[in-house]
Every structure is written in C-alpha cells, then in structure tokens.
C-alpha cells in the first residue's frame, strides 16, 4: 500500500518532543508518607504498654506497624518518563521500570486518594498529592493510546 504509515514508540516520542519528564511528590505528602508509620509505631508501643503486654496487643501492633512501614515503602515518591522510553517509579524500597505498552489501564482510586497504574507487572499507587499528575497520564495516554483512564472526582477529571 502506497499511503501506509507505521508509527513506532521512538516516532511518538519525536513528536511529544520529550528528552526526559520528572514528577516528584509534594513535600508535605512526601512528609505524612515518612511520619504517619512512625506514628502508628508509637501507637503501638503505647497499646502494648497501656494493657501489659497481652498478647492481643502485641499481635496487633506489630501488624499495623508492619503494614504502616510496608505501604509507605512502597509509594512512589518520583516517576520519571525517560528517553529510552522507559517510565519509572522510585520509592523507598523499590524502583519499577515500565514500558508504556505495558500499562493495561490508569484507574482512580478515591478511597485511598491515589492514581493506579495498572500493568503486566503489577500495580502501582501515585498518590494524588503529586504535581502534575494530569500532565503525567496524559503523556502516557499519548505514548500508549490503548490504555484505559478512568478518573474522577479526585483529579478534576471524568
């Protein structure tokens, strides 16, 4: 076919006129990420010394203390789209690195006050106290026109 045009990742990333995007997490969410396990630690302590030990309370606080420090752990702190077409995720356990093919869907969670990013790899929680957050899925939108938004209240979006 004589008019036929092929558009590959490297020709949409020519287009957009992207050399490399960073999205950094606010400080002050960045700041109740680090404080709020801290705090659930504390409580906990205070639960164990407050009923003497029991072993209810013991079980209890070393489950919410866990869980505290594992789901802030976790959260990405930075997401940077770069030019080799790679989008990645750093935390303070964990960096991920994703194509943009391999994103299924980005889905709003209003519950949780996040942004998921649903992939072959798993699924990744923005938080939605991250600047820009809109300019990040739509550039994402455009390298990957298969992906599925839903967004809603939360993002000024539907």
């Given at each position: 076919?004589?008019?036929?045009?092929?558009?590959?990742?490297?020709?949409?990333w020519?287009?957009?006129?992207?050399?490399e995007?960073?999205?950094v997490?606010?400080?002050?969410?960045?700041?109740?990420?680090?404080?709020?396990?801290?705090?659930?630690?504390l409580?906990?302590?205070?639960?164990?010394?407050?009923?003497?030990?029991?072993?209810?309370?013991?079980?209890?606080?070393?489950l919410?203390?866990g869980?505290?420090?594992w789901?802030?752990?976790?959260?990405?702190?930075?997401v940077?789209?770069?030019s080799?077409?790679?989008?990645?995720?750093?935390?303070?356990?964990?960096?991920?690195e994703?194509r943009?093919?391999?994103?299924?869907a980005?889905i709003?969670?209003?519950y949780?006050?996040?942004?998921?990013?649903?992939?072959r790899?798993g699924r990744?929680?923005?938080?939605?106290?991250?600047?820009?957050i809109?300019?990040?899925?739509?550039?994402?939108k455009?390298?990957?026109?298969?992906?599925?938004v839903?967004?809603?209240?939360?993002t000024?979006r539907k």
């Open positions: 076919m004589p008019n036929e045009c092929i558009i590959t990742l490297s020709d949409n020519e287009y957009l006129n992207l050399m995007k960073t999205y997490l606010s400080d002050k969410a960045a700041l109740s990420y680090k404080l709020w396990p801290a705090l659930i630690t409580c906990g302590i205070f639960l164990i010394w407050a009923f003497e030990a029991t072993p209810f309370s013991i079980v209890f606080a070393v919410a203390s869980f505290a420090w789901r802030s752990g976790y959260v990405p702190l930075l940077t789209i770069r080799d077409g790679y989008i990645q995720f750093k935390s303070f356990l964990k960096e991920i994703i943009p093919e391999d994103i299924r980005i709003e969670n209003t949780y006050r996040e942004v998921a990013v649903l992939s790899k990744i929680a923005i938080p939605i106290g991250m600047p820009n809109i300019d990040f899925i739509e550039t994402v455009q390298l990957n026109p298969a992906i599925s839903k967004l809603g209240k939360l000024g």
